[in-house]
């Protein structure tokens, strides 16, 4: 944790362009976004749009802007918005292979056709997009699984989102089904991650101390 002179907080030693700031006033945290630093600065609508792009990417890092004593509805604004960064990322992702497997789809097309024998596997391209799909469904969910937390029991939503995470454990796919072992592995690794980046929100102190 690093500190200017005015009392302002810069999280994880970033500076001034880590968007927003924390506030300590009469010992209390208050997070001020990057546009209203910017006073009459942030008046064009592009400009004010840039800075709220700042302070959302700031949030939903994997260092998110967390010093201690952060209130429980910063770590819960922290944990939402890089949980849509990742299901956005994995749709992302799902998008560009898509492209691939079009274009594979026309060289089939083009190519003299060849004659098959029974039902055939999925492709490697295929069992990708279910993976990275299951991925953005699964973040989709636990972003409103915390949602309805933090509704529920403002205070404790961070605790009760952590033991949804380590009770929604995907079932062992059946053998012989491809798709739905690739569904169960990107589920998987996206409830490990999630968990992961939870840990991180609940003791960011140690983070600050590395």
Do not use: C
């Amino acid at each position: 944790m690093s500190f200017d002179g005015d009392g302002q907080h810069y999280p994880n030693g970033q500076g001034a362009n880590a968007g927003g700031k924390w506030l300590s006033e009469g010992g209390r945290l208050r997070w001020v976004p990057a546009r209203d630093l910017a006073g009459e600065d942030a008046a064009d609508d592009d400009t004010g749009r840039d800075l709220d792009d700042l302070d959302e990417a700031t949030w939903a890092s994997d260092v998110p802007p967390l010093p201690p004593g952060a209130p429980e509805s910063a770590r819960v604004r922290a944990a939402l918005a890089w949980l849509q960064r990742m299901r956005d990322s994995e749709r992302d992702i799902v998008g560009e292979l898509g492209i691939i497997e079009r274009d594979q789809y026309r060289q089939q097309d083009a190519a003299p056709p060849r004659r098959m024998r029974g039902p055939q596997p999925p492709s490697l391209i295929t069992l990708q997009m279910t993976e990275h799909g299951a991925a953005a469904e699964w973040f989709d969910a636990a972003a409103q699984a915390l949602t309805d937390a933090a509704e529920r029991s403002p205070g404790r939503a961070l605790v009760e989102w952590y033991l949804w995470l380590l009770a929604t454990a995907p079932p062992t796919p059946l053998e012989g089904d491809p798709l739905a072992a690739a569904r169960a592995q990107g589920t998987d690794a996206a409830r490990q991650r999630a968990q992961r980046h939870a840990e991180h929100l609940a003791l960011p102190e140690m983070d600050d101390e590395e």
